[in-house]
């Protein structure tokens, strides 16, 4: 069954912004090839830390929104840990309402980057 899902992972700030964004497509590709349909991404960029994480106080935060299989969030996880550049990810199924809110979200983000231009 089809679910919808939002990670956000933080990577970790000694990395340049070059490798910093290679992780991120590691990540995006890997949602790809496991037939995951990506909704919406974000790229929050370089944020403080509420505490130290791994003696570090920055990390670059990193959202994905999309659907895909229960069984493949596990392989997802499993991955996520085994990335020394993951400082921390967190993956939440959405239910019904979190949908519609994201929904609203993206459609309230891309207007007001339609009336920036």
Known sequence: ???????????????????????????????QENEAKIV???HWGLKKLAYPIQKKSTGF???FQYEAEGDFIAKLEL????????????TVKLDKHAVEY????????KSSAKAEK
């Open 79 to 90: 991955a996520f840990k085994r990335d020394e550049r993951i400082m921390r990810f967190l």
């Open 61 to 63: 935060y990193q959202l």
């Open 40 to 42: 919406n991404e974000e």
């Open 1 to 31: 069954m089809i679910n919808h899902y939002e990670t956000v992972f933080i990577v970790t700030p000694v990395l340049s912004a070059e490798q910093a964004k290679e992780t991120v497509e590691k990540f995006k590709k890997m949602l």
């Open 102 to 109: 994201a929904k609203k979200r993206i459609e309230k983000r």
